[in-house]
């Protein structure tokens, strides 16, 4: 059997699964706007396996299902089949890319974006290309650009905006207490440049619990982004190029540190990804056995409590998708934010519901995404909070563009950065 032979034949494997029982139809976020079956997870996963049975072609119509999922796997959640949507999505929109079934222009311009995020030096430049274009279009893509991203016309895009610098660590971070552990950090490609004080305030935070951090230069991107979004291969070459950048270092380390849902995620998922691969299945096993998200990893080991003065905030707390279905991570960001003296936290309405970032999805399909966008600023406002906390890129991003567009006085930050903001205020 070739391996794409084994890939279908694991595709099918999981689309049998799905019993049609719709329990998952509530809970998602696509099939909750539109009503439509083919916008649900049942929906498209009928609709694939109606492809691998041949009575339906991979048309533009299976195309456009596949592409309004935001891949935010709440289904999963709510299945009780265990259906592994998530995989089946990724494998079909792998065959998308491979079997070339989108207009040549809208292929070019989707990798050009994904070359760009993943790489820091592109999007350092691309922000500061971005920034001086901003001036003349009022903050929108040139309408050709949206077009070719999203397949569609009279879109308007907006144009990301943000720090443009390439923001490095040391290697080595020594643990400002009593060193308990020794732990790798991933500084990933777009928290390097638009979030670099995010990582900074988490390697400050694993410091003032007891961590040794070390940041290898080499490390790169983890290929979350080319995974979601069906390049497969490009996505496999990142895992591997991962895995070696760690690898002197791995058996040193008690644990590899992400403050990044979506990329944590992922490298927790290397050693299935790589389970067919002879010269790295072993190598990608070990490497995820040692990945925790950085809530997960502190909650774990015992926060050390701050001592500083209450600081009397309200905070609300929006679940990332990659944390709360991809991890199952839903407790020990809550239990952080609660450790801080002063802090209240007050739940929101569907708070593990998508916020239309998803990835690139704000980009490729920014009606749906904006609609989810108004429905989160909405739950946020509703709970009176002056700061929202998110762990994961995407979110922080896209929901402090909706917030300062909608003129909402509200800070949007990562967890940890209020921690460290208490370490620091003693
Ligand atoms: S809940 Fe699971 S088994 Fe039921 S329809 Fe949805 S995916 Fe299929
Ligand atoms: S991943 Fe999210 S958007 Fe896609 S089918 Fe599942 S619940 Fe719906």
């Known amino acids: 059997m070739t391996a794409s032979e084994q890939q279908l034949k694991s595709l099918d494997d999981r689309t049998i699964k799905c019993i049609r029982c719709g329990f998952c139809l509530d809970v998602c976020p696509t099939f909750r706007l539109t009503g439509q079956e083919t916008r649900s997870p049942r929906g498209r996963i009928y609709l694939v396996r109606s492809w691998r049975e041949n009575t339906i072609a991979f048309d533009s119509d299976l195309v456009a299902a596949l592409d309004t999922c935001l891949g935010c796997r709440a289904c999963e959640t709510a299945c009780p089949s265990g259906v592994e949507y998530g995989t089946i999505l990724e494998m079909a929109r792998t065959h998308i890319e491979e079997a070339g079934l989108r207009p040549a222009s809208q292929s070019f311009a989707r990798s050009q974006l994904l070359a760009t995020l993943t790489s820091p030096s592109r999007l350092s430049a691309s922000l500061k290309a971005a920034n001086l274009v901003s001036r003349f279009t009022c903050g929108k893509m040139p309408a050709f650009a949206a077009k070719m991203l999203s397949g569609k016309s009279g879109v308007s895009l907006p144009l990301p905006s943000g720090d443009a610098q390439i923001h490095e660590l040391p290697?080595?971070?020594?643990?400002?207490?009593?060193?308990?552990?020794?732990?790798?950090?991933?500084a990933g490609c777009v928290m390097r440049v638009m979030f670099g004080d995010v990582n900074a305030a988490t390697v400050r935070v694993l410091q003032a619990n007891g961590c040794e951090v070390i940041t290898p230069a080499s490390?790169?991107?983890?290929?979350?982004?080319?995974?979601?979004?069906?390049?497969?291969?490009?996505?496999?070459?990142?895992?591997?190029?991962?895995?070696v950048s760690f690898e002197p270092l791995l058996d040193s380390l008690d644990a590899i540190v992400i403050n990044s849902a979506g990329c944590g995620s992922t490298l927790k998922e290397y050693g299935a990804l790589l389970a067919n691969d002879s010269a790295y299945a072993e190598r990608a096993a070990k490497f995820s056995a040692k990945?925790?998200?950085?809530?997960?990893?502190?909650?774990?080991?015992?926060?050390?409590?701050?001592?500083?003065?209450?600081?009397?905030?309200?905070?609300?707390?929006?679940?990332?998708?990659?944390?709360?279905?991809?991890?199952?991570?839903?407790?020990?960001?809550?239990?952080?934010?609660?450790?801080?003296?002063?802090?209240?936290?007050?739940?929101?309405?569907?708070?593990?519901?998508?916020?239309?970032?998803?990835?690139?999805?704000?980009?490729?399909?920014?009606?749906?995404?904006?609609?989810?966008?108004?429905?989160?600023l909405a739950n946020l406002k509703a709970t009176g909070s002056e700061i929202v906390a998110t762990g994961n890129p995407g979110c922080l991003a896209w929901i402090r563009q909706g917030a300062e567009e909608a003129g909402m006085k509200l800070r949007i930050c990562h967890p940890v950065e209020l921690l460290d903001e208490a370490y620091r205020s003693v």
């Open 171 to 186: 290697e080595c971070s020594p643990s400002t207490t009593a060193k308990r552990y020794r732990v790798g950090f991933l």
């Open 291 to 376: 990945v925790r998200d950085v809530h997960e990893w502190l909650v774990g080991v015992g926060i050390t409590p701050p001592e500083s003065k209450p600081v009397d905030r309200v905070v609300t707390y929006h679940d990332a998708c990659h944390l709360a279905h991809g991890q199952k991570i839903r407790t020990q960001p809550r239990v952080l934010l609660q450790s801080i003296p002063g802090i209240r936290l007050v739940e929101m309405d569907e708070s593990d519901t998508c916020c239309g970032s998803a990835g690139t999805y704000n980009l490729t399909e920014p009606d749906m995404a904006r609609r989810l966008l108004e429905k989160k």
């Open 219 to 243: 490390s790169g991107c983890c290929g979350a982004l080319h995974l979601h979004t069906g390049q497969h291969a490009d996505g496999l070459e990142k895992a591997r190029a991962l895995i």
